[in-house]
């Protein structure tokens, strides 16, 4: 469980292809390498991953990561590069305050960056995202893109006829701190929307006519 709140950015230093699943090496800084162990977990880019082996060299502190078919059919990890940043953060302590809200590094889908630029003096990210997982959005709601948890500002239902977008504010302290700031349009970003409307909907009553 993550709060969405983004620890540190990381980079990825080394990626290994084995069969049909990847190996990450992540370049980590020390608030994030000094004080987690082999076998917890840790959110890249919105996804959990256990941590495998850590790797403490003079010059780098590298996080080492399995990622199977799964979580890279359902993720961007697969279309990750060496050198580029990701957003990282530590699972929640129940002693830990809940600053961003209740993510659980479960990706739903993908989505792709339409804009991502200052209008008005305002940096707004716009992202198109599939119907299919468009229901669960709200204005004001919250949703998780590339785990930095946001509040929903904007909703178009009609950006075509399988896809809507959405847009977020983005305030300098999250553009600074986190990926945003080096992606670009068409970039594609993880998507967890909201775990109550999740489960809203799974007790509402079906209509069985």
Sequence with gaps: MFTGIIESLGTIDKIENINSSLKF?????????????????LSI??????????????????????IVGETLSKTNLGRLKINEKINLERSLKLSDGLDGHIVQGHIDT???????????????????????????????GSIAIDGISLTIAKINDNYNINYGSISMSIIPHTLENTNLKYKKINDTVNIETDLFAKYIEKLLPKDDK
């Excluded at 020390?30 to 076998?39: K, L, R, T, V």
């Excluded at 959990?48 to 080492?64: F, S």
């Excluded at 990210?125 to 709200?138: G, Q, T």
């Design 25 to 41: 090496e992540i370049f980590a800084e020390p608030i994030i390498f000094d004080s987690i162990n082999i076998g917890d977990s």
């Design 110 to 140: 993908t989505g792709l960056i339409i804009s991502n630029k200052s209008i008005n003096n305002n940096w707004i990210l716009k992202v198109k995202i599939n119907k299919k997982w468009l229901k669960y959005c709200i204005k004001k």
């Design 45 to 66: 880019n919105g996804t959990c991953l256990t941590v495998i082996e850590k790797i403490d060299r003079d010059d780098k502190k590298l996080l080492l990561f399995d």
